[in-house]
């Protein structure tokens, strides 16, 4: 009866093999609401484009405050969803690449100032580091021309690794006070070179894995050791000794190294028995590390967590109200995306076609427990091209209708939808390509199945496997 006193011709009325399609889209019902009704799902979408972490950090910081004061005391809202997804990331991305660089800058001047107490050349070190980092992001977008966030995580890694190079330098500048600075780096200089050649191989290796932000952030760890090797090797000791930049008169042939050969006898007893003990010691720390390690292999491996949860955010809002609607949507199983592309319409809805009696097939085999395709729903280029003769007759008979309803006792209120649905099938039977529906509604409903690129139309279906845990190989049969 209410469905009537609004569409007095019958028009809303849908084939079976539709309205039986049409429970699954709502799995039970619960797709907005809990079963008791204390839950619910309100979807809301910008007025404008999204494009990236700060447009999504301002629509939000103006949406929460009107929900906070619409929303009655004792109701809890959460957010989640892409905006907040982006604006937790971004958030969180930016304070950790803040905290770690800035506190290896801090940690590595305490280090350098607890070990030599001048300024001029923590000041140095620190400034060199600066350009360091900002050499490599330039080199960074001039070969990637975009840098992901995860990899900004390389500054920390590189200020640890550069500072090495930097001290190396300047221990050897003091322990040999009677070296020009050319020949220090004559001496040192291979070493370095060697140990960046090792330390860039290591990094570069990311780029097989398949990771982008991970391959990334190896390559730019990669070109910043061999900027930083560059220019603490020619750059850091000529400006803090500048006198030892020439050869002295009467130079001194000295071995670069740190031990002292020609010491008195005594002074030769000393060091030599410091370094038994000291070599008691590392024998002793050695071999308590190894049986300890010998225990706990013997207790059982390590555990490989091979979930997606290590990539998840700390304390994160979104990640709490997915869980939450999870649990109070009975929807704690995960469903396998099945993504079907096609180069048009046409082609796609073949396939979608073809799939389902293999789904059927599935459900029946208890490999699947249920499925949802949106076959029902997506466009039939070949009925389009038979129906815009019907509907073009339907809409000319506009006034027909209008007097039929008036006539049978309808009034004006009663026709509105029919007026809106042959509005409808005027603009789709006045269309020359495939008719795809333009109204709020059916743009909420294609935007969760559908994709509309230029050359290509993918629709999404969504597999709910019997248990949690999913046969992957008779997910293999059904694949073939």
């Avoid at 398949?210 to 750059?235: E, K, R, T, Y």
């Avoid at 590390?289 to 967590?305: A, E, N, R």
Wanted: hydrophobic share 50%.
């Amino acid at each position: 009866i209410a469905r009537l006193s609004y569409d007095p011709f019958g028009l809303t009325r849908l084939p079976d093999s539709v309205t039986s399609a049409a429970p699954g889209f709502g799995q039970g019902d619960e797709i907005f609401s809990s079963p008791d009704g204390t839950f619910r799902i309100l979807f809301v979408k910008s007025r404008g484009e999204l494009a990236g972490y700060r447009e999504c950090s301002d629509w939000l910081a103006a949406v929460k405050p009107a929900v906070a004061r619409a929303v009655p005391a004792g109701v809890s809202v959460g957010f989640t969803g892409r905006p907040e997804f982006f604006a937790e990331i971004s958030a969180s991305m930016k304070h950790d690449i803040a905290v770690s660089v800035f506190g290896t800058a801090v940690i590595i001047a305490i280090l350098f100032w607890l070990a030599h107490r001048r300024w001029k050349p923590m000041l140095w070190l620190l400034t060199l580091l600066a350009l360091i980092l900002v050499g490599t992001l330039a080199l960074g977008g001039l070969l990637f021309g975009t840098i992901n966030v995860l990899s900004m995580g390389f500054a920390a890694i590189l200020l640890g690794l550069a500072v090495d190079y930097a001290v190396v330098h300047y221990q050897e500048a003091l322990a040999h006070p009677d070296l020009t600075i050319p020949q220090v780096r004559r001496a040192i200089a291979p070493s370095i070179f060697w140990a960046a050649v090792t330390t860039i191989a290591a990094f570069v290796v990311l780029n097989f894995g398949g990771l982008p932000g991970l391959a990334q952030l190896g390559s730019l760890v990669a070109v910043g050791v061999a900027l930083s090797a560059c220019v603490m090797i020619f750059a850091f000791l000529p400006p803090l000794f500048p006198e030892r930049m020439v050869a002295k008169q009467n130079p001194v042939s000295i071995t670069p190294s740190l031990s002292r050969v020609n010491a008195a006898p005594n002074e030769k007893e000393t060091v030599s028995t410091v370094s038994r003990v000291r070599s008691k010691i590392i024998f002793a720390v050695t071999t308590a590390l190894i049986l300890g390690c010998g225990v706990v292999l013997l207790t059982g491996l390590p555990k490989l967590d091979a979930s997606a949860k290590a990539l998840e955010p700390r304390d994160s809002q979104a990640y709490t109200a997915i869980e939450a609607i999870k649990q109070d949507l009975n929807q704690n199983r995960d469903p396998l995306w099945l993504v079907i592309a096609g180069r048009n319409e046409t082609e796609v809805a073949h396939r979608l076609d073809a799939v389902v009696p293999a789904l059927e097939t599935a459900v029946s085999n208890q490999t699947l427990a249920s499925f949802t395709l949106p076959a029902a729903l997506w466009p039939r280029p070949e009925n389009q091209i038979a129906n815009r003769a019907t509907a073009s007759r339907l809409v000319a008979q506009r006034e027909t209708f209008h007097t039929a309803a008036v006539t049978g006792g309808f009034s004006e209120d009663a026709l509105g939808l029919t007026r809106s649905l042959l509005d409808s099938w005027q603009t789709a039977a006045a269309a020359t390509n495939v008719f795809w529906p333009t109204n709020p509604l059916c743009s909420w409903i294609f935007d969760k199945l559908a994709v509309r690129e230029a050359t290509n139309f993918y629709a999404v279906g969504f597999l709910f496997p019997s248990t949690n845990g999913v046969d992957l190989a008779a997910l293999r049969r059904f694949d073939a």
